[in-house]
């Protein structure tokens, strides 16, 4: 659901956040935007010292950061996107500049700058709309606008700052401290939007929209600069405005050297700023014959929305070609080995990783077309490879939030059951006999089809979905009732950690079959933590630990209703009225348009099913328990609490 009616203009617009903060995706994603988060590689070294005002800074590194990304997806990613969302936040104190700090000792620096006194926080805004045009062109629409809030600090002490600072929290946050989490209790009060200092100025980046969509219904009108951009603080600037529009010339992905950042002397700095281009006063002169069209023309598409239509087509056809170059990576251990040497070049890679230098070559040079991977050339040198940041936080195999025991899962179990998608529709059953050479029956109940491999592997899956999603499952309601739970087919612990980090005052036990139970000692908890236990049985069979709340996360969607019924009624047996059930499940739109992971999930024909809302909550209502929240969290799994009647 929007509550902004601008918000569900973009529902059918490709978005694009060029931030890879978890904050600012949160902040829109809770106000139901739909986009992707394309990371930016601009690195923000502008020279602070060229601005006049802190608040430059941050809008001009908003702009660098929104138009790097507007620029290299019609190159990299074949598609052009229709909004491309940059931001940048600074704290400000004593006229100093605030990023995020490099080390403890720089957030020591910036934290006691910050003690005992008010401070500001900008957020740089810049918002572009990109227009295909003919003969390969791209028009960019620019507008940018800042928020400014004030924070005022309570004074702290060396003990106070040193606990926070090891906390780790700082080291990633602007001004070292992130104010919706530990770092609320420094503050003392706040003047101004509270988002802002979080990452986004969500208020004013709806009003933004809505200049954009709901007052801008002629070209006249979008000439207007009360339109196009404005900027807003605590402190009440007047308002000012710039719009800026320029063309950019995309060449065909193979004979472009924008892929490559080259570190040659007369490209540094930015030769090709597009801030040069856009401010040029010819470029104000090109407004109007620039704008973008902001409604989408209806009938017989033109030409430019079939181009479009067959970028989306290509896109989708092309989709398992990227699936199996990620894992090929992966499997390698490419992503691994440039994190342990970055700036390898392919023969270097190719040595190490056992392979061809012409595969190498060819799966570096995709990997960077697909954003996994960065390469840089100096001086017309071989390219060197790196990890972009997407690929060090999620496809490093030790990353706290890695997906590689996922990625081996897709590759080798759900690929091939895929590859034999045909059949499965046409018999509307699984393949897994023709895709493995044996029944599937239940991995962890046979001993004889499935080896230990096999279930590690399984379990590497469960985990690290459960490490991505386990925190915002956790927090996603009030469970402060409960004291205790049980995670039903709770696998490696993962989830249950989480909901014992969030809340202090609950244990879980974690019961699964008992083979899975015996493995868990290779999954280390990520801390130690007596209020987790494990308890080995099949909840289908054996007695269900007593429990305040049990958690589903996961599990009915691999059963049939039948099946459902019967674990269900049996937790409905062992539940005392005010009792509660947490399920975690990809929920499906009521008219079965979304989300696809679910849909395509479907496809596998498992015995399972996945549901909607609506169908979860009446199959728990038939077991006395009464749907009382629903949370779509934005991450890989929703939530829904279900409370004993
Ligand atoms: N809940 C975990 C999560 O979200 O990461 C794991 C979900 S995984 C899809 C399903 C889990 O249910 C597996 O760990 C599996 O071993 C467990 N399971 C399947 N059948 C079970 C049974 N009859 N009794 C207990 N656990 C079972």
Same mark, same amino acid.
């Given at each position: 659901?929007?509550?902004?009616?601008?918000?569900?203009?973009?529902?059918?617009?490709?978005? =694009?956040?060029?931030?890879?903060?978890?904050?600012?995706?949160?902040?829109?994603?809770?106000?139901?935007?739909?986009?992707? =988060?394309?990371?930016?590689?601009?690195?923000?070294?502008?020279?602070?010292?060229?601005?006049?005002?802190?608040? %430059?800074?941050? =809008?001009?590194?908003?702009?660098?950061?929104?138009?790097?990304?507007?620029?290299?997806?019609?190159?990299?990613?074949?598609?052009?996107?229709?909004?491309?969302?940059?931001?940048?936040?600074?704290?400000?104190?004593?006229?100093?500049?605030?990023?995020?700090?490099?080390?403890?000792?720089?957030?020591?620096?910036?934290?006691?700058?910050?003690?005992?006194?008010?401070?500001?926080?900008?957020?740089?805004?810049?918002?572009?709309?990109?227009?295909?045009?003919?003969?390969?062109?791209?028009?960019?629409?620019?507008?940018?606008?800042?928020?400014?809030?004030?924070?005022?600090?309570?004074?702290?002490?060396?003990?106070?700052?040193?606990?926070?600072?090891?906390?780790?929290?700082?080291?990633?946050?602007?001004?070292?401290?992130?104010?919706? &989490?530990?770092?609320?209790?420094?503050?003392?009060?706040?003047?101004?939007?509270?988002?802002?200092?979080?990452?986004?100025?969500?208020?004013?980046?709806?009003?933004?929209?809505?200049?954009?969509?709901?007052?801008?219904?002629?070209?006249?009108?979008?000439?207007?600069?009360?339109?196009?951009?404005?900027?807003?603080?605590?402190?009440?600037?007047?308002?000012?405005?710039?719009?800026?529009?320029?063309?950019?010339?995309?060449?065909?992905?193979?004979?472009?050297?924008?892929?490559?950042?080259?570190?040659?002397?007369?490209?540094?700095?930015?030769?090709?700023?597009?801030?040069?281009?856009?401010?040029?006063?010819?470029?104000?002169?090109?407004?109007?014959?620039?704008?973008?069209?902001?409604?989408?023309?209806?009938?017989?598409?033109?030409?430019?929305?079939?181009?479009?239509?067959?970028?989306?087509? #290509?896109?989708?056809?092309?989709?398992?070609?990227?699936?199996? &170059?990620?894992?090929?990576?992966?499997?390698?251990?490419?992503?691994?080995?440039?994190?342990?040497?970055?700036?390898?070049?392919?023969?270097?890679?190719?040595?190490?990783?056992?392979?061809?230098?012409?595969?190498?070559?060819?799966?570096?040079?995709?990997?960077?077309?697909?954003?996994?991977?960065?390469?840089?050339?100096?001086?017309?040198?071989?390219?060197?490879?790196?990890?972009?940041?997407?690929?060090?936080?999620?496809?490093?195999?030790?990353?706290?939030?890695?997906?590689?025991?996922?990625?081996?899962?897709?590759?080798?179990?759900?690929?091939?059951?895929?590859?034999?998608? %045909?059949?499965?529709?046409?018999?509307?059953?699984?393949?897994?006999?023709?895709?493995?050479?044996?029944?599937?029956?239940? #991995?962890?109940?046979?001993?004889?089809?499935?080896?230990?491999?096999?279930?590690?592997?399984?379990?590497?899956?469960?985990?690290?979905?459960?490490?991505?999603?386990?925190?915002?499952?956790?927090?996603?309601?009030?469970?402060?009732?409960?004291?205790?739970?049980?995670?039903?087919?709770?696998?490696?612990? &993962?989830?249950?950690?989480?909901?014992?980090?969030?809340?202090?005052?609950?244990?879980?036990?974690?019961?699964?079959?008992?083979?899975?139970? %015996?493995?868990?000692?290779?999954?280390?908890?990520?801390?130690?933590?007596?209020?987790?236990?494990?308890?080995?049985?099949?909840?289908?069979?054996?007695?269900?630990?007593?429990?305040?709340?049990?958690?589903?996360?996961?599990?009915?969607?691999?059963?049939?209703? %039948?099946?459902?019924?019967?674990?269900?009624?049996?937790?409905?047996?062992?539940?005392?009225?005010?009792?509660?059930?947490?399920?975690?499940?990809?929920?499906?739109?009521?008219?079965?348009?979304?989300?696809?992971?679910?849909?395509?999930?479907?496809?596998?024909?498992?015995?399972?099913?996945?549901?909607?809302?609506?169908?979860?909550?009446?199959?728990?209502?038939?077991?006395?328990?009464?749907?009382?929240?629903?949370?779509?969290?934005?991450?890989?799994?929703?939530?829904?609490?279900?409370?004993?009647?």
């Amino acid at each position: 659901m929007a509550l902004n009616p601008v918000i569900s203009k973009l529902a059918n617009k490709l978005v =694009v956040l060029a931030s890879a903060s978890p904050r600012r995706q949160d902040i829109l994603r809770n106000a139901g935007l739909k986009f992707e =988060v394309v990371p930016s590689w601009f690195k923000e070294t502008l020279d602070k010292g060229l601005f006049k005002a802190p608040h %430059e800074y941050a =809008v001009e590194t908003a702009k660098q950061k929104a138009l790097e990304v507007a620029r290299r997806m019609p190159l990299k990613h074949l598609k052009t996107p229709d909004m491309v969302i940059g931001a940048d936040t600074i704290v400000t104190v004593d006229g100093m500049i605030l990023e995020k700090p490099v080390d403890k000792h720089d957030a020591y620096r910036m934290l006691s700058s910050l003690s005992g006194k008010e401070h500001s926080v900008y957020t740089g805004v810049a918002i572009i709309l990109c227009h295909d045009k003919e003969n390969e062109e791209v028009d960019y629409q620019l507008m940018d606008f800042f928020e400014e809030t004030k924070v005022k600090f309570a004074d702290l002490s060396e003990s106070m700052l040193w606990e926070y600072i090891n906390s780790g929290e700082p080291m990633d946050k602007a001004g070292g401290y992130g104010i919706q &989490a530990l770092g609320g209790m420094l503050v003392e009060s706040v003047h101004g939007d509270f988002l802002n200092v979080v990452g986004f100025p969500l208020n004013r980046f709806c009003k933004q929209l809505d200049l954009i969509y709901n007052q801008s219904t002629s070209s006249s009108e979008r000439e207007s600069p009360s339109v196009i951009s404005s900027h807003s603080s605590a402190a009440k600037h007047s308002p000012s405005s710039s719009k800026h529009t320029h063309h950019h010339h995309r060449k065909s992905p193979s004979a472009s050297p924008l892929h490559k950042v080259k570190r040659t002397g007369s490209d540094a700095g930015g030769g090709e700023s597009p801030l040069k281009t856009v401010n040029s006063s010819s470029n104000h002169a090109d407004v109007s014959d620039c704008t973008l069209p902001l409604t989408t023309s209806r009938g017989r598409p033109s030409e430019q929305e079939e181009k479009e239509d067959l970028k989306k087509i #290509m896109d989708l056809m092309d989709g398992f070609k990227a699936s199996k &170059a990620l894992f090929t990576a992966s499997k390698l251990g490419v992503f691994d080995l440039l994190q342990r040497k970055p700036g390898l070049d392919a023969e270097q890679v190719a040595q190490e990783v056992k392979a061809s230098v012409k595969g190498t070559v060819c799966l570096l040079e995709a990997c960077v077309s697909l954003g996994l991977l960065q390469s840089e050339e100096q001086n017309s040198q071989k390219p060197v490879y790196e990890n972009t940041d997407l690929s060090s936080r999620f496809l490093l195999s030790d990353a706290p939030l890695s997906l590689h025991g996922y990625i081996q899962h897709c590759d080798r179990t759900v690929w091939p059951l895929f590859s034999h998608l %045909e059949s499965a529709v046409k018999e509307g059953s699984s393949q897994h006999d023709k895709a493995f050479g044996k029944k599937s029956k239940d #991995m962890f109940q046979d001993t004889v089809y499935y080896n230990q491999e096999v279930k590690l592997r399984f379990m590497n899956a469960m985990h690290s979905i459960a490490r991505v999603t386990g925190r915002d499952v956790a927090t996603a309601f009030d469970l402060s009732s409960f004291k205790t739970a049980c995670d039903l087919g709770g696998c490696t612990g &993962a989830m249950a950690y989480e909901f014992t980090k969030a809340h202090p005052e609950l244990s879980v036990t974690v019961f699964d079959l008992p083979a899975v139970v %015996e493995m868990k000692e290779h999954f280390p908890p990520p801390h130690r933590d007596d209020r987790v236990t494990f308890v080995g049985g099949d909840f289908f069979e054996d007695e269900l630990p007593k429990a305040d709340l049990y958690i589903l996360a996961r599990i009915l969607h691999d059963w049939p209703d %039948e099946r459902v019924d019967v674990l269900l009624k049996r937790i409905s047996d062992a539940c005392r009225p005010g009792g509660g059930i947490l399920l975690s499940e990809i929920l499906l739109d009521e008219d079965r348009g979304g989300p696809s992971r679910g849909l395509l999930q479907a496809l596998s024909m498992s015995v399972g099913k996945q549901r909607s809302t609506t169908e979860y909550s009446l199959l728990l209502k038939s077991h006395g328990f009464r749907t009382t929240q629903v949370r779509h969290t934005g991450n890989l799994l929703d939530a829904l609490l279900s409370i004993k009647e």
